[in-house]
Structure formats: C-alpha cells, structure tokens
C-alpha cells in the first residue's frame, strides 16, 4: 500500500499561473481533505470530501476549487496562483468522516512556490 | 473544540523513554485526545488517540488523567527516528460535517544520542 500519494512534490508558479495538485489514496477511504501549513499557523483546512461526490468548503478555501473525481482521487485547483498562496500542501484520507472518528493519514506534501 | 497546550520542546537520550504533556483544560466529555507526529519534510502522522481510558499501540501509549484535563503520550525506547514536532490534538465527534482538527504548534522533541 503506498497510502496517500500527492504530486507534484514540488511546483514553482508564477503569478497568475493555474495548476491542479493530484492526490490519491490506496486505502478505500471515503473521506479526503486538503490542508495548507504555513510556518508559525500550523495546518489549516482548505477543502474536504466527507464522501465520493460530496465537497465543503473547509477555513481557507478562497482562491481554490477540487474536484472528488472517485473514491480514489481528490484534486486542488489553483485558477490563478497568487503569491499568499505559497506552502506545504497537503492532501489526508480517513476512513470516514462525520460519525467516525477515523484517523487521519496524510500524503507528504506538494511544495508549492508562487513568485 | 478544547484547546491544548504543550511545551514547545523536548529533549530525551536515546533509548529512553519520552513522556510528553498536554493540557486540555477546558476538553468536554465527549471529546477525543488525538496525537500526530510530523516528521522534517514529511506529512503528520497519527499515533494513537483515546477517552478516557489508558491506550497503546506500538507506536505509543496514552496516558489520560482522571479528570481528562491532562494526558501524557509516552514513547518507550525512544530512536533517533522519533525526533519530530508531536501534535496533541482534541476532537468532537459530529453526525455529519466535518470534525475539525486543530493543530497548534506542537512540542519539538529531539533525541540525541
């Protein structure tokens, strides 16, 4: 099992440039979420899926969009970077979300530069 | 959600046992300890999480006091490998939605030889 696997690993953009990170999980998990850490702010929720088909909006989803694509597969989309958005992304999966309390495992991150 | 405070590093001789405190003060009675680890350059990576009751794993144990206001993750050989920011986190569960995880800063533990 490979768990979670994010690519690009690394990306540098310049402004206004678009790009999708790819996310994908080997685990049958029904949740899937993507987080942003920035030094000194810890890790802060951009988007989630509870379960395939379904998307929210997490703390800080202003300026992204994903895309559930199935089970497997869970994409952020950049329409037009911008410098604020420099930082470790990270993509999680847990078995399910809402009732369960199912840990979460997270992928090791796109680092992503926006000049 | 309860907010929790740590100390923000650690040191422990290899081999030894880590013991590594939270405060939770405020935690109310139906929310979860969790622990995660992050590791330089790599994703967090969950340990264990627990109630009420003492847990272990082989990664770990989790030592909840009676009140719930405090717990202790303990490492019990810790390596070298284990030298990480260690994230001790409380969570609700919740009949649909999302349960948010907080992570704060975290204690830096360093082992040494």
């Known amino acids: 099992n490979a768990g979670v696997t994010q690519t690009p690993k690394f990306q540098v953009l310049k402004t206004g440039q678009s790009m999708t990170l790819q996310c994908a999980q080997d685990?049958?998990?029904?949740?899937m979420y993507w987080y942003r850490q920035d030094p000194g702010m810890g890790l802060r929720l951009i988007y989630y899926s509870a379960s395939e088909g379904t998307t929210d909006k997490g703390e800080v989803p202003n300026g992204y969009n994903v895309s559930r694509l199935n089970k497997r597969e869970f994409s952020l989309r950049l329409e037009s970077a911008a410098p604020s958005q420099t930082s470790v992304y990270f993509c999680?999966?847990?078995?399910?979300?809402?009732?369960?309390?199912?840990?979460?495992?997270f992928g090791n991150g796109t680092r992503l530069t926006v000049t | 959600d309860a907010k929790t405070t740590q100390p923000p590093s650690m040191d422990c001789a290899e081999g030894r046992a880590a013991n590594l405190p939270c405060n939770h003060s405020t935690i109310s009675g139906n929310e979860y300890v969790y622990w995660y680890r992050q590791i330089h350059s790599q994703g967090p990576q969950y340990i264990i999480h627990g109630l009420k009751n003492n847990e272990t794993n082989e990664m770990a144990s989790l030592i909840i006091t009676e009140d719930r206001k405090s717990s202790t993750l303990i490492l019990p050989h810790a390596t070298l490998r284990d030298t990480a920011v260690y994230y001790c986190?409380?969570?609700?569960?919740?009949?649909?939605?999302?349960?948010?995880?907080?992570f704060g800063a975290g204690t830096r533990l360093a082992v040494h030889p």
């Open positions: 999680a999966s847990s078995l399910r979300e809402g009732q369960g309390l199912s840990p979460l495992h």
């Open positions: 685990m049958n998990h029904n949740s």
């Open positions: 986190i409380v969570r609700v569960p919740k009949s649909g939605g999302y349960n948010k995880l907080i």
